[in-house]
């Protein structure tokens, strides 16, 4: 089995920062691309951000200049520094992994659970 497990969301105000955490872990030969999605109530899942084993990167808009996303392939672990947060940063935040379990078999999707980032004043 493959489990990814978000840690690090909460309740910030505007302006405020938080840094999400996804750890892999499991029965895995190879992590591939990682990325963080986010889900606002009554809205559809949104690419924040991605970035490939190599380390390119990929923004969505939104978090342009304020979003940095990082990994650390020998812990398996992916990051996402969240800066300047504002209201409409609000969402549940998943974590997202093309995982490949064994050797000469395609990678797989895998979804972390979710952790709810919440920015209020």
């Known amino acids: 089995q493959v489990q990814l497990v978000e840690s690090g969301g909460g309740l910030v105000q505007p302006e405020g920062s938080l840094r999400l955490s996804c750890a892999a872990s499991g029965r895995i030969y190879s992590i591939g691309t990682m990325g963080w999605y986010r889900q606002a109530p009554g809205k559809q899942r949104e690419l924040v951000a991605t970035i490939t084993s190599l380390g390119t990167t990929n923004y969505a808009d939104s978090g342009k200049g304020r979003f940095t996303i990082s990994r650390d392939n020998a812990k398996n672990t992916m990051y996402l520094q969240m800066n300047s947060l504002k209201p409409e940063d609000t969402a549940v935040y998943y974590c997202?992994?093309?995982?490949?379990?064994?050797?000469?078999?395609?990678?797989?999707?895998?979804w972390g659970q979710g952790t709810q980032v919440t920015v209020s004043s």
């Open positions: 997202n992994a093309r995982i490949r379990r064994y050797n000469y078999v395609p990678e797989n999707d895998y």
